[in-house]
Structures are given as C-alpha cells and as structure tokens.
C-alpha cells in the first residue's frame, strides 16, 4: 500500500499550542509527517532556526507521536518537498483572513509542482486566535502567554524576553549614567 509522506512547513517562531494541534492532526492522516521550519536569512527571528528545532523535537517526543520528525529547509518549499518524496503540504487555516494567503500560496504551489496536493487543515477553534506573532508581542509586552504554548516554549520565551530586557535596562543605564556624568561634570565646571 502506497503510504503518504506529508510536509508542515513553516516558521514556527515560537511553535504555539496551535501548531501542535495541526501537528497532531496531520499525524493521524498521513502516515509520515515531516515538520520544516524555513531557513529564512531576510527575516528576523526572535529564536534561531536551531532553537526552534529543538522546541519542536521536545514538543513532538513529549506528545509521543512516532510517525513525526523535525526537519529544517531553504529555497522553494515544492523542491524540498519533491527531494522528501512527498506528496502533500499540510497547512493550517485558521480565520477567513488567513484563506486569501493560503490560497494564493497553494495555486503558486501548485503552478510550480502540479504533483503535489496542499492539504489544509483547521486547528481546535480554541487556537482560532493564536499566532507566533501575537505569542511574540505579548511576551514582550510582559502578558502571560502560558496557556498559548507548551511549558517548555513559555519557559525559553520568558528566558529570551529576560535576556532582552536585561540589555534594554544595561542600554538605559549606560544612557543614564553618561548623561548623569555630563551634568556631574558640568556642575564641577560651574
Ligand atoms: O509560518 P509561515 O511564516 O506562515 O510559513 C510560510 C512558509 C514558510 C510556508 C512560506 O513562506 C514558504 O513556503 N516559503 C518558502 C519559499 C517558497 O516556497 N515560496 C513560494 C511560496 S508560494
């Protein structure tokens, strides 16, 4: 029997709750499901590509699904899909508003490689709002964002959003303190 090998590309900075419920539905309807996170050079993530891999490794050993792995990839996503022996790109479709992008990206897939199918799928309706990019915004905004990932994404989010304000406040500082010394020494002038 043919089996059917499956791709979930995307950038997953940081992979949300919401990427794992796709995750655990295209590895109920495909039996491969190769997870790849772009190598995007103009873009810029708040994780490392390498980061990323090893949240979504965690994620998916955690969940226990065995027919799931993590890859990375560059250039056109049809041509890597193609080197996979894949047949299909499984994305996920959240709102109307994502459908306009979705479908111009599946007919340009398409165009490029008429063998391969876009599968799309929705997420649990309680993820209808979620995104990396909101995820990003209101860590750095200092909101909560433990029910929107899995622990160990919060965790390491928390752990760069510390690093980022540690060297914001060191910024500060260094400003404060050179403009405190300018009036310190123009006081000592007058
Ligand atoms: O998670 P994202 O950022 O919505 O994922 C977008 C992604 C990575 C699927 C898309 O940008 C992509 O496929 N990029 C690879 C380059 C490519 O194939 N471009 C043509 C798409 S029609």
Same mark, same amino acid.
């Given at each position: 029997m043919k089996r059917i090998k499956a791709i979930y590309p995307g950038s997953f900075d940081p992979p949300t709750n919401g990427h794992l419920d796709l995750i655990e539905r295209g590895s109920k309807i495909f039996d491969e499901l190769v997870v790849a996170i772009l190598r995007n050079p103009e873009k810029d993530p708040l994780f490392s590509v390498a980061d990323r891999?090893?949240?979504?490794?965690?994620?998916?050993?955690?969940?226990?699904?065995?027919?799931?792995?993590?890859?990375?990839?560059?250039?056109?996503?049809?041509?890597?899909a193609l080197r996979l022996d894949a047949q299909a790109i499984l994305r996920g479709i959240r709102a109307?508003?994502?459908?306009?992008?979705?479908?111009?990206?599946?007919?340009?897939?398409?165009?490029?490689?008429?063998a391969l199918e876009t599968v799309f799928m929705m997420p649990a309706e309680k993820y209808s709002y979620l995104s990396s990019r909101l995820v990003r915004e209101v860590a750095q905004l200092g909101g909560s964002i433990d029910c929107l990932?899995?622990?160990? /994404?919060?965790?390491k989010v928390r752990e @760069?959003?510390?690093?980022?304000? %540690?060297? +914001?406040?060191?910024?500060?500082?260094? /400003?404060?303190?050179?403009?405190?010394? @300018?009036?310190?020494?123009?006081? %000592?002038? +007058?």
């Amino acid at each position: 029997m043919k089996r059917i090998k499956a791709i979930y590309p995307g950038s997953f900075d940081p992979p949300t709750n919401g990427h794992l419920d796709l995750i655990e539905r295209g590895s109920k309807i495909f039996d491969e499901l190769v997870v790849a996170i772009l190598r995007n050079p103009e873009k810029d993530p708040l994780f490392s590509v390498a980061d990323r891999r090893k949240m979504l490794e965690a994620m998916i050993m955690t969940a226990g699904f065995d027919n799931v792995s993590v890859d990375t990839f560059d250039g056109l996503t049809v041509d890597y899909a193609l080197r996979l022996d894949a047949q299909a790109i499984l994305r996920g479709i959240r709102a109307i508003s994502d459908y306009e992008y979705e479908l111009q990206m599946a007919l340009m897939n398409r165009k490029l490689q008429p063998a391969l199918e876009t599968v799309f799928m929705m997420p649990a309706e309680k993820y209808s709002y979620l995104s990396s990019r909101l995820v990003r915004e209101v860590a750095q905004l200092g909101g909560s964002i433990d029910c929107l990932v899995p622990d160990l /994404v919060a965790q390491k989010v928390r752990e @760069k959003m510390d690093v980022a304000h %540690k060297f +914001a406040n060191r910024g500060e500082f260094a /400003v404060n303190a050179s403009s405190e010394g @300018k009036s310190r020494s123009r006081k %000592k002038k +007058a």
